[in-house]
């Protein structure tokens, strides 16, 4: 069964920073590409970042480029998010999600439980 367990969401000023993690297990981590997607309060989902099955591509939503970064851990099976600079408007509940695949351009089949991030002064 794919379990993947986001942490490390909280309440931040604006300027501040934050670095989520999401703990995967149940399928072969390494194999595929994994993503974050946002919902922020009253709105749809948004995808935020995604990143190849080896950490050796990435692509981002424009509204976070140059503020947040997309890693993993393959011998630790944790994907993270490090959010630099937040601004109010990446209030949201972060979910991490498996690809269908091992590239940064596949669709998600497994979202997470989310985390939530508040960025308020």
Known sequence: EVQLQASGGGLV?????LRLSCAASGFTFSRYGMMWHRQAPGKGPEWVSSIGYDGGSWKYVDSV????TISRDN???????????????????????????????????????GTQVTVSS
């Open 13 to 17: 000023q604006p300027g501040g920073s």
């Open 75 to 113: 011998a630790e099976n944790t994907l993270y998010l490090q959010m630099n600079n937040l601004k109010p408007e990446d209030t949201a509940v972060y979910y991490c999600a498996k690809s269908n695949g091992r590239y940064v351009n596949d669709e998600s089949d497994y979202w997470g439980r």
């Open 65 to 68: 480029k140059g503020r947040f």
